[in-house]
């Protein structure tokens, strides 16, 4: 295995392998890469990352080009098998072993889709002319979209001829929930007129806490509950909230540039974009020159994760530790010089000259296809199997650490050499060089 690897390393950062107990790589960079996991039964195929990608697990895969072309299917946790086809935004197919969950759409014209847009079911018909919604069991008729529509579900009734009128009810119900009691599911009130300039809701109407809300937009917006009371003059001017279930007062002045908050449950401080510090019970976040500067912690057990940031992406500390277990993940990034990282697991890995990383963080195809053209250290080191790895300007000079054997390659693989213990091999474009295969001393 020693000698078949210099035709690849000649190849520099173009080519990489790397086999672990269950997962094998290979990648031809920026070209192509493939991942294939045993344990798991994920395989990955990409090409030209982001053009096209191939991902499967078990029975389940995608296939995507250019986020436009998209094949998927596999088995459901019901035993169902789907296949769905999609050439974004005009056409979506799905077909399915029960027929109920079929459907075809070719927008704008005609069809019926299932759990796009954020609805249940989207049904349509020349749009803008007929648009039907259903999310769990209301059910809305857009017609000439968004000006008209007409709901209907459980207990709830609505229309609205947007922006003149619009008006929706919805009674007070009941339903078993999870554990097999009975609980009230709250009604609402909606009523608009010259929207956004006159507005009025009550929301939770039958619950504990029902919200009431009315807008005279932009001269006064309040709402008002028994956990929550807020007012709004001559938006965004002024603003004064009352929290009563986390026990503060916030006022804005304007909001968000001046603010502050008292109480026990916060305590604010800022006029942005020059200063600003906030705290509560589990998070304490402040800036200064934003985006200047910006710090970020939260402690909630066992999460503890802290985030230091200066201009965005220009430099980031990262740091998520579990309380319980005392094991840490860190990242920092210097934006484009370099990003190191430290894993759950005892890994850490280091790469000088990252113009990608810190923007795309824990991208692994970036990493794969894209890291080894750009870096020009990379350092890689495994506290729990004691292995490490270093490579200097594409893998002019690289160096492979275990256990058993150390191995280090220059210019490309033209020497190689492989030591274990006080035993040193040397090979020259992939041969035995002359007179170095006996055993030297343990001193490099």
């Not at 009674?171 to 009604?187: A, Y």
């Not at 840490?328 to 990034?333: K, S």
Request: overall charge positive; charged content about 25%.
């Amino acid at each position: 295995m020693w000698d078949s690897g210099w035709g690849r390393e000649i190849l520099g950062p173009l080519w990489g392998q790397e086999q672990s107990e269950n997962q094998t790589l290979w990648r031809l960079s920026p070209l192509l890469s493939h991942v294939e996991d045993a344990a798991t039964e994920r395989s990955e195929y990409e090409f030209l990352y982001p053009l096209f990608t191939f991902d499967r697990f078990g029975t389940e895969y995608r296939a995507q080009l250019m986020q436009v072309f998209n094949v998927a299917g596999g088995g459901t946790v019901h035993g169902e098998t789907k296949r769905r086809e999609t050439i974004f935004p005009i056409y979506f197919r799905q077909k399915s072993d029960n027929p109920t969950n079929d459907y075809v759409a070719l927008v704008p014209f005609y069809g019926h889709m299932r759990n796009h847009l954020f609805r249940d079911e989207v049904r349509f018909a020349l749009i803008p002319l007929w648009v039907q919604t259903r999310k769990r069991d209301i059910v809305t008729d857009n017609y000439l979209l968004p000006l008209f529509h007409v709901r209907r579900g459980d207990h709830l009734t609505g229309w609205q001829f947007w922006p003149v009128f619009g008006q929706e009810h919805k009674e007070v119900t009941s339903r078993t929930n999870s554990i097999d009691e009975m609980e009230i599911v709250g009604g609402h009130e909606k009523l608009f007129a010259a929207w956004p300039f006159f507005v009025k809701s009550r929301q939770g109407i039958g619950t504990a806490n029902p919200v009431t809300n009315q807008a005279f937009f932009p001269m006064v917006t309040l709402q008002r509950s028994p956990l929550r009371d807020n007012t709004t003059v001559l938006w965004p001017l002024f603003t004064r909230t009352e929290n009563r279930e986390q026990h503060f007062v916030e006022w804005g002045l304007p909001f968000p540039v001046i603010g502050w908050a008292r109480g026990d449950g916060k305590h604010a401080n800022r006029v942005w974009p020059l200063y600003g510090n906030a705290t509560n019970a589990t998070t304490r976040q402040n800036f200064f020159l934003y985006p200047l500067y910006t710090h970020k912690r939260v402690q909630s057990a066992p999460l503890d994760r802290e985030r230091t940031r200066i201009l965005f992406f220009g430099y980031s500390d990262l740091r998520i530790q579990n309380t319980t277990t005392g094991k840490a993940f860190r990242r920092r990034d210097l934006w484009p010089l370099f990003t190191w990282r430290q894993e759950l697991d005892g890994r850490s890995r280091l790469q000088v000259l990252a113009p990608i990383e810190p923007l795309l963080p824990n991208n692994k195809s970036i990493e794969r296809l894209y890291s080894p053209l750009v870096s020009i250290w990379r350092s890689e080191a495994n506290s729990k199997d004691r292995t490490a790895s270093q490579s200097l300007l594409w893998n002019t000079w690289r160096r492979d650490v275990s256990p058993e054997k150390t191995r280090t390659s220059t210019l490309f693989g033209l020497i190689r050499t492989e030591r274990t213990g006080t035993s040193r091999k040397w090979r020259f474009l992939g041969m035995p060089f002359p007179g170095r295969e006996s055993c030297v001393p343990d001193a490099i």
